[in-house]
């Protein structure tokens, strides 16, 4: 059965550090994967894209990483603002088409001052 | 530019009554999708769309509806609402680009059945 775990579930740090989530699947085959941030009460926003022969993507203080042998995927966060508060979901899809994303439960992430 | 917008925002139903919910995105996508999301699991395709007039199902499409008239909407539908519905709805919409679609997602709908 395709499935998506992340963990932790949730996770506390203090503004200005770093941390890392994780997320493993067992979808095949495999096309991308992609993390989302979703604040609390908002639909979920795009962070990064990856297919199986990229092993790392950034967005600003966002770093994505894809080890498609062992089919884990790591997205860290450098720097931590208040700002950064919010569900990240992995999704991990066997190709383009939306209606075969699969969608990890999500990591919570409070960064407190 | 709205992007993807959902009305109504909160709803509250009584178990047996009906209620439509209403996505439109002004970002002219082909494809359109509901989904829902429940505490510690990930969002759940129930139906989507690859085009005005065509629906499909998708991962969890009992007790519900859909219907694209037009390109720029997506309609879901309860006809009978059960406490089991109760759920946060999200609507997204994308391209047809072969290579990303890039999903983007509508602020959700809060629904309780009681």
């Known amino acids: 059965k395709n499935q998506v775990e992340q963990s932790p579930q949730s996770l506390i740090i203090l503004e200005g550090k770093n941390c890392t989530l994780q997320?493993?699947?067992?979808?095949?085959?495999?096309?991308?994967l992609r993390w989302y941030k979703q604040d609390t009460g908002r639909g979920p926003v795009s962070l990064t894209i990856m297919t199986f022969s990229e092993n790392t993507k950034s967005n600003g203080r966002y770093t994505a990483t894809l080890d498609a042998d062992t089919k884990q995927s790591s997205l860290h966060i450098t720097a931590s603002q208040l700002s950064d508060s919010a569900s990240y979901i992995c999704?991990?899809?066997?190709?383009?088409?939306?209606?075969?994303?699969?969608f990890g439960p999500g990591t919570r992430l409070s960064v407190l001052p | 530019n709205a992007g993807v917008t959902q009305t109504p925002k909160f709803r509250v139903l009584k178990t047996g009554q009906s209620m439509t919910l209403l996505c439109a995105q002004d970002?002219?996508?082909?494809?359109m999708y509901w989904y829902r999301q429940d505490p510690g699991m990930g969002l759940r395709l129930i139906h989507y769309s690859v085009g005005e007039g065509t629906t499909a199902k998708g991962e969890v499409p009992d007790g519900y509806n859909v219907s694209r008239l037009k390109k720029q909407n997506f309609l879901l539908g309860l006809e009978s609402a059960a406490p089991s519905q109760t759920s946060v709805y999200f609507c997204?919409?994308?391209?047809?680009?072969?290579?990303?679609?890039?999903?983007?997602f509508g602020p959700g709908t809060r629904l309780t059945v009681t």
């Open positions: 970002m002219n996508h082909e494809y």
């Open positions: 997320c493993n699947y067992t979808v095949s085959p495999f096309s991308n």
């Open positions: 999704v991990v899809s066997g190709d383009n088409y939306g209606q075969n994303f699969v």
């Open positions: 997204a919409s994308s391209t047809r680009d072969r290579v990303f679609d890039e999903q983007y």
